[in-house]
């Protein structure tokens, strides 16, 4: 069983920047990698998402312009910069995989294997 394993996640104020990472345990490598939140009584939405193998990317409109997604091929590791950070950015974070190409790439359907989440709060 594959598993992703995240970190990063923490307590910020608006305006500071946090940067999560995703890496499988196993150093296992996927061709798409993509960064999904949950906020509290909301559903999870997608964030952004990364072609492994091309580096091509992909933004929710809310997060664009102030998140980054990006990979390191030595680390095997793929990040999620957040910049500019909002309170409404405040949820727990998912990273997500899969070597499918049966859903886009926002599409949580899409993705075979997922991380176990991590928290992002950010007060005001």
């Known amino acids: 069983q594959v598993r992703l394993v995240e970190s990063g996640g923490g307590l910020v104020q608006a305006g500071d920047s946090l940067r999560l990472s995703c890496a499988a345990a196993s150093g296992r490598t996927f061709r798409l990698y993509g960064w999904f939140r949950q906020a509290p009584g909301k559903e999870r939405e997608f964030v952004a998402a990364?072609?492994?193998?091309?580096?091509?990317?992909t933004y929710a409109d809310s997060v664009k312009g102030r998140f980054t997604v990006s990979k390191d091929n030595a680390k095997n590791t793929v990040y999620l910069q957040m910049n500019s950070l909002k309170t409404e950015d405040t949820a727990v974070y998912f990273c997500a995989s899969t070597s499918r190409y049966d859903y886009s790439a926002s599409d949580e359907r899409g993705y075979d294997y997922w991380g176990q989440g991590t928290q992002v709060t950010v007060s005001s």
């Open positions: 990364i072609n492994y193998n091309i580096g091509g990317t």
